[in-house]
């Protein structure tokens, strides 16, 4: 009898601990959004598979990697620092302005010329990602779009940097169903160019949403009437933007090198079954970069001591490793079922998934410790250790390519990230141990 009502206690207690643990409101709100991009996502890219095959499947993937390079080039990377310095500075009007003002310079320096590179070198853009003339228009559009995406990136620094994490969820939500349909369209209507466009013009639909859910928000943080273009934090937030070069833009023009060598080493439809499973893998990391953005980045800034820092990962970890652990092993168990699903005829994905979900996995662990960089500005450790993780992804793929195939790009992930994780520990280590020195 007493079992039986200490049973119901806890599970009585079970939604009030989920209710006072904000990682696992996050984690759940992020859920329910990412299921319901889940299932639109299988829909369009099954549709993508059957209509544009592998080849368009590889061209998607380079005009995406385009686009994550903008989002960092068109701010000159002042994403991290705007939500590190937002949640600082929340209920600091004055200084808040000045993090904004230095942010709206770096967004007017880096929009024009990203924008001009973009427009004077369309050719040489095009022959170089498509190896064709075909696409010229494409980067001549981009030009004219890169002040949204700018924009829009700033927009959402301030609401990662408030944690709002229910205006994010329903801008993420939003403005994804918006920009499928657009995609879907243009898909029926100009085949492959239309998917192109429609990827294109999404951060357009990103800034409306924004602005339609977090605009009042917004105002109340900035006041047009104090605002001046000024260049306080200069500094600080250049040490970001040295730190997005890394992490957002060498990141993806990696991967655009890697799927141009899978092109030329094998064939264009290997580098699709490549693009394929990576894009199986944003979809599921997504659930993990919400959390890392809203929840650990300004928590991480908040915490000075090693202890604190140890018990708050270890809290992280328990609380989201166990969720991706158990979905990323159902993934793996049903992975055929989900290439009938989502990518017929792409049998050529199976070995694949293996050593994707465990790269994954383990990249997972690092980042929850390597947002240590970002929180406190680590520029050096930062850069050393992505450095070491994109060089060693590179060699290791062109020296794995020859004796596995296209697997071996995924069995390169494994081991860049194994290695990753480990290089982090020491460097996180290693400024707590200054740290102790500095305040003995």
């Known amino acids: 009898m007493k079992d039986s009502k200490k049973a119901n206690t806890v599970i009585l207690k079970f939604p009030d601990f989920i209710r006072n643990n904000i990682v696992l409101k996050i984690t759940s709100l992020n859920a329910v959004v990412i299921s319901i991009r889940l299932i639109v996502s299988v829909i369009i890219q099954r549709l993508l598979a059957v209509t544009v095959g592998e080849a368009g499947i590889a061209s998607i993937g380079q005009i995406r990697n385009i686009l994550a390079m903008l989002s960092s080039t068109s701010t000159l990377g002042t994403f991290s620092g705007l939500v590190k310095y937002v949640s600082e500075f929340k209920n600091n009007r004055p200084e808040l302005t000045k993090v904004f003002s230095t942010a709206t310079v770096f967004l007017l320096l880096g ?22 003339n075909e696409f010229t228009y494409v980067f001549k559009v981009l030009a004219i779009i890169v002040p949204f995406i700018a924009l829009s990136r700033v927009i959402s620094g301030v609401v990662n940097g408030l944690s709002d994490y229910k205006k994010y969820a329903k801008i993420e939500l939003i403005s994804y169903l918006i920009a499928s349909v657009i995609l879907v369209v243009g898909l029926y209507s100009y085949n492959l160019q239309g998917v192109i466009i429609a990827i294109v013009i999404a951060p357009i639909i990103q800034l409306i949403t924004l602005v339609a859910i977090f605009g009042k928000t917004l105002t109340q943080y900035v006041k047009l009437k104090n605002f001046k273009l000024q260049l306080d934090y200069r500094k600080n937030l250049m040490a970001f933007t040295l730190m997005s070069f890394i992490s957002a833009f060498l990141i993806n ?188």
């Open 111 to 132: 929009a024009i010329i990203s924008a001009l590179v973009l427009f004077v070198g369309a050719d040489y853009f095009t022959n170089y990602v498509f190896k064709s």
């Open 253 to 440: 023009y990696i991967e655009l090198e890697i799927r141009t060598l899978v092109t030329d080493e094998i064939n264009i439809n290997e580098a699709g079954y490549w693009t394929a499973i990576t894009f199986i893998s944003k979809n599921y990391m997504v659930f993990a970069t919400g959390l890392f953005t809203l929840y650990v980045l300004p928590r991480f800034a908040s915490i000075h001591g090693r202890l604190e820092f140890t018990r708050e990962v270890l809290t992280i970890y328990k609380t989201i490793l166990p969720i991706f652990f158990i979905g990323m092993l159902l993934v793996y168990l049903s992975r055929n079922y989900i290439i009938q699903l989502i990518y017929p005829n792409f049998t050529g994905m199976e070995p694949l998934f293996k050593w994707q979900l465990l790269g994954d996995f383990i990249r997972l662990c690092a980042l929850v410790l390597a947002y240590q960089f970002l929180a406190k500005k680590l520029v050096s450790s930062f850069v050393i250790t992505e450095l070491i993780s994109l060089v060693l992804f590179y060699v290791l793929t062109k020296l794995f390519l020859n004796n596995y195939g296209t697997e071996g790009v995924v069995i390169a992930h494994f081991v860049r990230y194994a290695v990753y994780l480990i290089v982090v520990i020491i460097f996180v280590h290693l400024y707590y141990r200054k740290q102790s020195k500095i305040n003995a």
